[in-house]
Each structure stands twice: as structure tokens, then as C-alpha cells.
């Protein structure tokens, strides 16, 4: 292995600590979009399948529109806040982040033949981050069909 590999592992090696950093950020913010998709469908789902049971037990309309009316706003937190989106972004980002971290280290794939793997890492894993940073960009200016109109 030649030695700019070895050393790059190293904690001194300011390349492979942001490709730790990032990855680590990737992951955390992943699982936070996640549970927090998953928590609000589940809610979504226990509500809207008590409305017809509360219903046949007799309770009054106000209760089952309440109800309906909490669905609403969880779905419309979902598509404010665009957890799937980002769970799906964010987990797209930092497999290809561990993808990048699993050639280089092999040395395989672009690697193999480098004259500057190191630099070559850097460049891969920060186009990377700049890709899923532009998409990120680009859903926030969308505008849902018929807004603002």
C-alpha cells in the first residue's frame, strides 16, 4: 500500500477526517428524517383508522373532524419539513460517501491507478456533498402546483 494511503487514514489527514465528519453528519441527519417520517405516517395512519370506529360508536361529528383535522396537519408538516425527501437524500449522500470510503481504501476503482489518491478523494467526496447540497437547493425552490397563483 503505498504510504500516502496509509497516512491518509490517519486522524491527521484533514481529507480523511471530513470524509468522516460528513459521513457521520449523512448518517445522523438520515435517521432523524426517518424516524420522523415514519413516527408521523404511523400517527396518520392509528388516526385515520379511528375515525370510523369512533364514529360507530356514536361520538359526535366535531370529534371524528378533529380528527381529521389532525391527519391534515401531519401530512401538512411532511410536506413542509419534506422528511422522506431528505431521509432519501441524505441516505443516498452517505452511502456513496461509504462507496468513496470502501475504493479508496482498496484502492480500487479510480484509485488504482491515481497519482494522487488523497487529492482524488477530496474532489470525489466534496462533488459529492455538492451535488446532494444543489438537489437540496433546487427542491426548495419548487413550488407545490397552484401555489402563489
Known amino acids: 500500500m503505498s504510504t500516502e494511503h496509509q497516512g491518509a ?22 435517521t432523524h428524517h426517518r424516524r420522523w417520517f415514519q413516527t408521523l405516517k404511523v400517527m396518520q395512519l392509528v388516526i385515520a383508522a379511528a375515525i370510523p370506529v369512533i364514529a360507530a360508536l356514536g361520538a359526535s361529528a366535531a370529534v371524528g373532524g378533529a380528527l381529521g383535522a389532525i391527519i391534515v396537519v401531519l401530512e401538512g408538516m411532511q ?29 480500487a476503482g479510480p ?12 474532489e470525489r467526496i466534496e462533488g459529492l456533498m455538492a451535488q446532494e447540497h444543489a438537489s437540496w437547493a433546487q427542491a426548495q425552490q419548487v ?5 402563489g397563483s
Not at 431528505?86 to 460517501?97: D, G, M, Q, V
Not at 484509485?111 to 477530496?122: F, N
Open 111 to 122: 484509485y488504482t491507478a491515481a497519482p494522487r489518491p488523497l487529492a482524488l478523494l477530496a
Open 143 to 147: 413550488e407545490p402546483a397552484g401555489a
Open 9 to 30: 487514514t490517519a486522524p491527521e489527514s484533514p481529507v480523511w477526517e471530513r470524509l468522516l465528519e460528513q459521513l457521520r453528519w449523512y448518517e445522523d441527519r438520515c
Open 79 to 107: 410536506q413542509l419539513f419534506q422528511f422522506q425527501q431528505n431521509w432519501i437524500s441524505y441516505r443516498t449522500t452517505a452511502e456513496a460517501l461509504k462507496h468513496e470510503q470502501f475504493l479508496y481504501l482498496a484502492e
